[in-house]
């Protein structure tokens, strides 16, 4: 089965439409499709605000009708930690942390590399591994803050990071850091994903999480998912065959996809 769940589209800030997207998904083989848009955030232009989200719902819900037996479409919603909790149900949910909080200023991972260099300055004396700590605490808590399915790019403070330009992801503190986070984790029985996105926009040359994390979870038996972050219809499959490569390299043999019926192993496989 190919699956891909997180998935952005002109309701945030995606490229293309749903319509695109469903039809790009058939093109490019998927059986089904998840969209995730992002949950919205007071103060954010790339997040949906209140008054779209019924419009989101209702297009992806006329979607999966129109398409019923050629593609299994779910609707879904990427949780930001710091957004409002949603009050209509979604099939599922991914929990994410894209900033912490300092005072009433999030300051933001993935947003680009001056502003993350200019919030380890301001928020965090210059030092990136109290950045990291602080990260990775609410990692740690975002599947009981939001109650979601799927823990979405774990180490998404390494988007700017390629060759460790930033933060020494070996030194003990940040490993403890990300270790923590794991460790609050295991009991929420969560899903953590393979995700291609920073691959598809240049910044790094493997999916997150890092190897050595994906190894460290896969010793707490978390399960996986595979997905792009495609916010575009030309990203919805990329470097799938990479990310299957590299959860084979750690261990794992199968990945969990969401049916109808909830998620399901499936055998681990190259597409």
């Known amino acids: ?19 695109e997207m469903v039809q790009a998904a058939l093109a490019q083989g998927l059986d089904s499709l998840g969209f995730s848009g992002h949950s919205p955030l007071p103060g954010t232009d790339w997040c949906m605000n209140q008054s779209t989200v019924p419009e989101y719902r209702r297009e992806i819900l006329e979607l999966r009708e129109q398409y019923k037996g050629e593609l299994e479409i779910f609707l879904g919603l990427e949780q930001d930690i710091l957004s409002p909790l949603p009050d209509q149900p979604y099939d599922y949910l991914i929990g994410s942390v894209h900033s912490v909080l300092r ?15 200019q919030g380890i300055q301001s928020w965090f004396g210059g ?35 390629q060759g460790d330009q930033i933060l020494d992801t070996s030194h003990p503190r940040y490993q403890k850091a990300v270790l923590g986070a794991l460790e609050e984790l ?29 190894k460290a979870a896969r010793e707490m038996k978390f399960p996986i998912c595979i997905t ?13 065959d990479q990310a299957a490569q590299m959860a084979g390299s750690c261990g794992y043999q199968e990945t969990m996809y969401l049916t109808k019926q909830g998620f399901i192993p499936e055998r681990l496989q190259t597409f």
């Not at 089965?1 to 319509?19: I, S, V, Y």
């Not at 990260?135 to 599947?143: N, P």
């Not at 495609?230 to 990329?238: D, M």
Request: proline fraction near 5%; glycine fraction near 6%; charged fraction near 20%.
């Open 127 to 161: 030092d990136p591994l109290a950045f990291a700590e602080e990260y990775y605490r609410q990692v740690g808590t975002v599947a009981q803050k939001t109650g979601c399915q799927i823990v979405g790019h774990l180490d998404l403070i390494c988007k700017f990071n």
């Open 1 to 19: 089965m190919r699956q891909n769940l997180h998935t952005h589209t002109t309701f945030c800030d995606g490229k293309n439409t749903p319509l």
């Open 103 to 117: 005072g009433e200023e999030m300051v933001y991972v993935d947003e680009s590399r001056e502003s993350f260099l």
């Open 186 to 214: 295991s009991s929420r029985n969560v899903i953590l994903e393979i995700n291609t996105g920073a691959m598809s926009r240049g910044y790094r040359t493997q999916p997150y999480p890092a190897p050595w994390i994906l």
């Open 228 to 240: 792009s972050d495609a916010h575009s219809t030309e990203h919805l499959t990329f470097a799938f």
